[in-house]
Nanobody, 116 residues
Framework: QVQLVESGGGLVQPGGSLRLSCGVS????????MGWHRQAPGKQRELVAQ???????NYADSVKGRFTISRDNANSTLYLQMNSLKPEDTADYYC??????????WGQGTLVTVSS
């Protein structure tokens, strides 16, 4: 099993930056890809960014050029650097780990609020 613990959410003004972190422990060898989803109030959960074991990344069109997903293998941590934040980026952000087989593991979520 894999365990995920997120941190880094908070309140930021429009145009500001935040970095989310997701600490990973457990059966790390079983992970094929990791990423971030978000869910805004009254909306469905959506993919924000993903990175595979080979380093390939993909982003939602709405965050391309503003968000960057990365990982620190030595410290077993996944990051999401968010720049030029907009009010519409306000949401609960969830880290996930996708195994080669089986269901995804999800973190507990961290709230990002973009407001002046």
């Amino acid at each position: 099993q894999v365990q995920l613990v997120e941190s880094g959410g908070g309140l930021v003004q429009p145009g500001g930056s935040l970095r989310l972190s997701c600490g990973v422990s457990g059966s790390i060898f079983s992970i094929y890809a990791m990423g971030w989803h978000r869910q805004a109030p009254g909306k469905q959960r959506e993919l924000v960014a993903q990175i595979t074991i080979g380093g390939s990344t993909n982003y939602a069109d709405s965050v391309k050029g503003r968000f960057t997903i990365s990982r620190d293998n030595a410290n077993s941590t996944l990051y999401l650097q968010m720049n030029s934040l907009k009010p519409e980026d306000t949401a609960d952000y969830y880290c996930y780990a996708a195994p080669y087989r089986g269901l995804n593991t999800w973190g507990q979520g961290t709230l990002v609020t973009v407001s002046s």
